[in-house]
Structure formats: C-alpha cells, structure tokens
C-alpha cells in the first residue's frame, strides 16, 4: 500500500485527539447519522433485500474460489475488445506501469475518476515523482486534494470538512492549481458546487489521458463499470484519448447478469439511493467514440495473500459501499483519518491489516478498533462478518501463527507489546479452570473491599480516568448460594 | 424443568444481587434452579481479545458443567452469545487447524439448550407477564449481543412492558453500542469512554430514573460513567426489575 501513512501512531493514540475536536465530533456525526438513517429507509423500501445480499455474498464467493480462471478470461475478452491488460502484483509495480503509459503519450497530466485502487498504492504521489499532475475530479477528493489533505471515508473523503472550511480551502488553494475561485464565494452548496464545476471544467477539456479504477469488471464480455453520482466519471471516461483504469483482482464478476444483484445492492448501501445518477459502462475501445487506447491495470497488492486466508478472505468481498463506516460508533468518534490507511472504518480495520500485513503499529492496533458491535455486518450488502475477521486478526495479533506474505507461506510471530496481556490471560485461563482458585480470588476481593482504590493506577487508568469502578459486594454469589442453598435456606 | 443458572464470572463476582433476582424470578415461575458450583467463565474475553487457544479449555469446562441439565439460562447477552454463536465457529475452527472433530463434539450439546434470560422466559416458559412491581421510569438499553447477535429482538420490552407500575420511556439512538466492548473499554479507552458519554446523555435526556439493561457488563461501563458524570440516573439488570414485586419490591 501507499507510502503515505507510514510511521502512523497506533489507533489509540491517533483516535485521542480526534475524540477531543469537537468540530471533527460534529462534522462526522450530522454526516453520519443522516446517511445511515437514508440508507435504512432505501433498503427497507427493497422486499427482497435479504435475498440480494446473499446472492451478492455468493457471487463474490464463487468469483474469488475461481478468481484465477475469470482473470484469464477478463484478459481475454478485454483484449479482444481492443484494450490491453496489465499485471501489478504491487504497488510500486503497478505505479511504474501507470507512469511509464503516461509518459508514452508525451502529456505530463491527468485526470482522474475517484478511485480506492489508485490511492491505495499512492499513484498521484508517484506521478508526481515523474512529472506528472494528476488532478482529482469528484468533488470531495479535489476538497482534500485542494487541502493537502487525506481522505477520511471511502465514499464522502472531505466527510470530516464543513462547507465553512471547504469555501476557505476553494478560496485558498483554487488558483494554485487552475481556474480561481469566484469572488465572494459564499458557503452555500450550490456555490460551492458551481465553482468546483467551472474548476474542473477546464480539466476534462484539456486532459488527454484520464485515470480511474472501476466498480465491477464482466469477466465474459470484458466490460469496466463506474459508478457515480456527479457526472465527472463520465467526463473522464470519454473525453481524454487513452483511459488506465487501475483495478483490484477481486473486482471481478463473471458475467453482465451478475451486475443486477450489485446495482441494487450498491447505491442502496452508499448514497442511500435507489440508482447511482451516472453508471458508466465500456468495453475496450470503439472507433469515433471515446478513448482510443484502454489499458487495464490488474492489481495485487496483497489480495493474493488475503484469499489464502480462510476466515480473512471474505473481506475481498467488499464493494466499497462504506455503509459499515457510515453505521460504525467507532468510527463516528475517532474519524477516518486514525485508521492510517485509504481504508477507514470496520473495513479498513480488516482491510489494511491483511492487504499490508500486520507488522507496524498502526496495522497490529487495527483489528482492536472496535466493540465489536457488529452494527457493521448488519449492513453490510455482501455479508462480510467483519466482527469475525477482526477477531481472527486479533488472534493473529497476539498468537502469531500460519499467513502467506507476498505469495509465501510464513510462520508469524506474536506482536510485541502483548506480554503482560498473554500473561493475564493465561493466569485466567488457568483460575477459571480451577472454580476453587476462582473462589479464592473472589472471597479475597470481597473481604478487602473496604481497603479498595477508588482509581487504579498503571494500565488500569485506562478505565478509572473515566469511569467509576464497579463496587465488590460483601459476598460473591456462589457464597451466598452455598450458604442459603439458593436462598431456601432462609437466609437473605 | 431442570435448569441450571449460569451466571457468568463478571456476575458472580461483582453483581450476586442479579443472580438472586435470577433465582428468585424463574422459581416464582416455577422452575427448579441449580447453580453448578463448577461454573467459572465462558471464555468470551479471551476469545474475542485473540486467545481463542486459551478459551478452548474454558468452553469444555462449560460443556462438562452444564452438559447435564435441560436448560441453561443466563443473564447475560454477550455470555449467551458466546456459547451459542462462537462456541460452534471454535469447534470449526479447530476443524480447520486438523484437530478432528472432538472440540466441535464436546461443546455441541451445550449450544442449543443455552439461553438468554428474557428468551428462556419469553420463548421457553411463553411468559411476558411475570407478575413483578416496579413503580419507576425506565428507559431500556438493548446490548448489543443480545440484539444483533442472539436477535432478541422486542423479548424484553414486551417483559418489561408488562410490569405494573413501570413507565417505559424509548432511548434515542438505542441500538447504538455504549462503548464497553471487553477488552475495548481499556484498549481504546478514549473512544470507549466518549461512546459512553453519549449513551448516558440520550439516556438523561428521556428523564428516566433508571437505564435497564440484560447485560451486567456493559451496566458496569455505563454504570461507571454515569457515576463520573454525577448523573442521578441508576443502571439495574433487567432481572432486578422482573423479580421485583409489591411484597419484595427492588429499590
């Protein structure tokens, strides 16, 4: 993945501040509470919802257990459609590849759709290195592109901004890079919405090369889907002369009747919408019309190493609908930005740390990210058990054990930082094996009641600093049950 | 009916007022109650904080205990939760690691017969009215193992809805967890704590004087925080409400 979040601080630590800001605070939970209650009301309106989801689940399944079949097959038929694929089995592969197309078509700009696959291997960044200005085309990435920012949510990135801090960014940063701002630009939307439109404007009459990634790819016709709501896909998509479009392998479905589950699955789940305003659909190239060169960037980048993986592998389902992000308690608190990674929210939090591995910091805290409320699987329009996931990686975490990295079975090792934790667990584990010891702790805690801290120091500070522990009663309640026979004794 | 009571460690230990509320609701209902002196911990908090190996001898300590008896009842959401959903992904797994089938075969017994407290009465003893008094205004928390996990759906606010005296007012943003979340509470303090904070508000602002819920557990978080933020709300386990009557009322 991208070099962009290396050296993040472990969840925790990054979710401290941004529980504090109160701005972020609102921001995310007038975002988030709207969207989730819309996309209720857009699935309740579906009598066949359970229906779909299980046959999306499926499909996905099926797909994957046969990806590398249907890979051979979307080459075939892209191929034979005019366009021509390429293999990146990561990042910086896929990056080269990327760089050196461009640069075959002597234009040293782009423009691009809003992608995950491209901001997942950092591509703007690497094209920078190589002279190359890509310009983001949807709205809410040119906010963060504008803003030296990061995105902080799969579908809205700029979810964290409020039209205050979006009108000083456009104000601020639009000349920089085009077409300024309007003078006494306000902050109503459809302001903002005009500006960033006359902005781009520009952009897709010039661009010669755009870029994008795409939704689904039809293994039997060789046919790439967009879907959008603002019509700059479109744009991007038939105006310039030669379209990359960088997709994950497991975007694959294998045939054009499978695309019925998701395009009532997926707007449903994202924009709470019934259709997506723009579905873009091509297959290779067409004389006279659209893009004349299409090259097909098939990309690893770990998703290998993720199907290996038996209960992991289910999150190569996702069709980056965000609804988990958009329901997660979690999230809604600690923003987008402390997950480290283009993926945030429940799904980052298995996503990133099968895709990358789990060695750093950030990707061994990111399977704790959560209460494990499983309001994210509710939603989820493909089923992925993301509580289940997480708490495999957990194992993953603390035990070490089986994996395949970059093609290779290994053997990991335990996280470091889990000792006193492994210890504490094993001390339980054996107590609690031994009602007698069990015992023993319980009426040693309830004779020293009255001698007990009323905060704990050490790690315990972590529930003290906020909560008042709980108070240990006079007698556990096998004591009293011995001692009245459940209460037929007479004794209270 | 022979049923045994699990009452979880966290209760035993900390919350012995729940456990005889337990006792004496499902005997008022006439069920014979055995607490198996055995019993100790399900296994959740390992299990879900990554020690699945270190759970496994405590979910065939569960299964020896408790493989006698007709029904287990417990208290607790999550607990239940534990034995019906994860005891069988265990037995799976350990399937998947080329262990055979002897984990899977020591704990599958125990899993249909475990039940949550509001479903053992509810889809067990077909009760919603079990004759308790509690002249108080409560809002209810759905936990959320007990919700999205053993689906318990409207169980207990049909039982509750069924106590004389007892005005129950609905919780905004209800479905939404409180933070506690095991291990979270303490991993990710901070965001825990805020979830908490937010649960207590929606919860002083329905003027209820007590915040009911079927899970001791995430009442310990919730509890705490109303504590530290000097709320005159008070937790109390469903259980204490439906085992409260006019001649034994709770407080």
Redesign the interface.
């Known amino acids: 993945m991208s070099g962009t979040f290396v050296g993040m601080p472990a969840?925790?630590e990054a979710?401290?501040e941004a529980?504090?800001n109160e701005t972020l605070?609102g921001n995310l939970r007038h975002a988030t509470h709207t969207i989730r209650a819309k996309r209720a009301k857009a699935v309740a309106e579906v009598s066949d919802w359970a229906a779909l989801r299980d046959a999306g689940k499926r499909i996905k399944d099926h797909t994957l257990r046969h990806l590398d079949r249907y890979l051979e097959q979307l080459e075939a038929s892209v191929t034979a459609a005019g366009g021509t694929v390429h293999w990146a089995a990561d990042a910086d592969e896929a990056n080269r590849i990327v760089a050196g197309l461009v640069k075959e078509t002597g234009e040293s700009e782009v423009v691009k759709v809003k992608s995950m696959a491209t901001q997942e291997i950092g591509l703007n960044e690497a094209l920078e290195a190589e002279g190359i200005r890509a310009y983001e085309t949807d709205l809410a990435e040119l906010i963060v592109q504008l803003g030296k920012d990061r995105p902080s949510h799969i579908l809205v990135p700029a979810i964290h901004r409020n039209r205050g801090e979006i009108r000083d960014i456009f104000e601020r940063e639009m000349s920089e890079w085009g077409r300024p701002a309007p003078e006494g630009l306000t902050d109503t939307p459809a302001e903002l919405a005009e500006a960033a439109r006359l902005h781009l404007r520009e952009k897709f009459l010039r661009a010669k090369v755009g870029i994008s990634g795409a939704n689904f790819m039809v293994a039997e016709t060789g046919t790439l889907v967009v879907v959008e709501s603002e019509g700059n896909g479109r744009m991007c998509l038939t105006l310039p002369e030669t379209l990359i479009s960088v997709v994950g392998i497991e975007k694959i479905v294998p045939t054009w009747r499978d695309l019925e589950v998701f395009l009532q699955t997926l707007p449903r789940s994202s924009t709470a919408e019934r259709m997506n305003p723009y579905t873009s659909m091509w297959t290779g190239t067409t004389d006279e019309d659209g893009p004349r060169d299409f090259h097909l960037v098939l990309l690893d980048n770990g998703r290998t190493d993720t199907l290996a993986d038996?209960?992991g592998r289910q999150a190569l389902r996702c069709i980056r609908c965000s609804a988990c992000l958009n329901v997660c308690?979690?999230y809604e608190?600690?923003g987008g930005h402390a997950y480290g990674s283009v993926y945030p929210g429940p799904i980052g939090a298995i996503l990133s740390p099968q895709l990358r591995g789990t060695q750093s910091e950030i990707d061994a805290s990111l399977?704790?990210?959560?209460?494990?409320?499983?309001?994210c699987?509710?939603v989820c329009p493909v089923a992925i058990d993301i509580p289940?996931v997480l708490?495999h990686?957990?194992?993953?975490?603390?035990?070490g054990g089986p994996a395949v990295r970059e093609g290779n079975k290994v053997v990991l090792r335990p996280a470091k930082g889990h000792a006193a934790?492994?210890a504490a667990?094993?001390a339980?584990?054996w107590?609690?094996?031994h009602?007698g010891a069990?015992r023993g702790g319980?009426r040693l805690?309830s004779r020293t009641r009255r001698i007990h801290p009323r905060s704990l120091p050490g790690?315990g500070k972590?529930?003290s600093?906020?909560?008042?522990?709980?108070a240990?009663?006079a007698?556990?309640?096998?004591d009293?049950?011995?001692r009245t026979q459940?209460?037929k004794g007479g004794a209270k | 009916m022979r049923v045994a009571l699990f009452?979880t460690?966290v209760?035993?230990?900390?919350?012995?007022?729940t456990?005889?509320a337990v006792?004496?609701l499902l005997?008022r209902l006439g069920v014979e109650?055995?607490?198996p002196?055995?019993?100790?911990?399900c296994?959740q908090?390992?299990?879900?904080?990554?020690?699945?190996?270190?759970?496994e001898?405590?979910a065939r300590?569960f299964s020896d205990v408790f493989g006698e008896y007709e029904a287990i009842v417990t208290p607790s959401g999550s607990c239940g939760a534990m034995v019906r959903e994860l005891y069988p992904?265990m037995g799976e797994?350990a399937r998947?690691e080329g262990r055979g089938d002897t984990l899977a075969a020591t704990l599958a017994p125990v899993v249909p017969k475990t039940y949550e407290l509001t479903e053992f009465l509810v889809d067990v003893l077909g009760v919603t009215d079990v004759g308790a008094y509690y002249p108080h205004k409560v809002t209810y928390h759905p936990t959320?193992?007990g919700l999205?996990?053993l689906g318990l759906g409207d169980r207990p606010r049909r039982l509750l809805q069924a106590v004389e005296g007892l005005e129950l007012v609905e919780l905004p943003g209800a479905?939404?967890?409180c933070?506690?979340?095991?291990?979270?509470?303490?991993?990710?303090?901070?965001?825990?704590?805020?979830?908490?904070?937010d649960k207590v508000r929606n919860a002083e602002s329905t003027g209820a004087e007590v915040l009911c819920a079927a899970d001791n557990s995430c009442l310990?978080?919730i509890?705490?925080?109303m504590?530290?933020l000097e709320t005159d709300m008070r937790p109390v386990h469903i259980a204490e409400i439906l085992a409260s009557t006019d001649k034994e009322p709770a407080v």
């Open positions: 969840f925790p979710a401290h529980v504090r605070r038996e209960v308690p979690v608190r600690a399977p704790y990210a959560s209460s494990l409320c499983g309001a699987y509710e289940e708490v990686l957990r194992e993953r975490v603390v035990e934790e492994r667990m094993r339980a584990r107590a609690f094996t009602p069990l319980q805690a790690p972590a529930w600093g906020t909560r008042e522990l709980p240990v009663p007698e556990p309640f096998r009293w049950w011995q459940g209460g | 009452l460690c209760n035993d230990t900390l919350y012995p007022d456990g005889r006792v004496k005997t109650v055995d607490f002196m055995a019993q100790t911990c296994g908090a390992h299990y879900n904080t990554g020690y699945r190996h270190e759970a001898p405590l300590h992904r797994r998947a959320c193992h999205r996990g479905d939404e967890c933070g506690f979340g095991g291990t979270f509470a303490l991993k990710n303090s901070d965001v825990s704590a805020a979830m908490g904070a310990m978080h509890g705490g925080t504590a530290r």
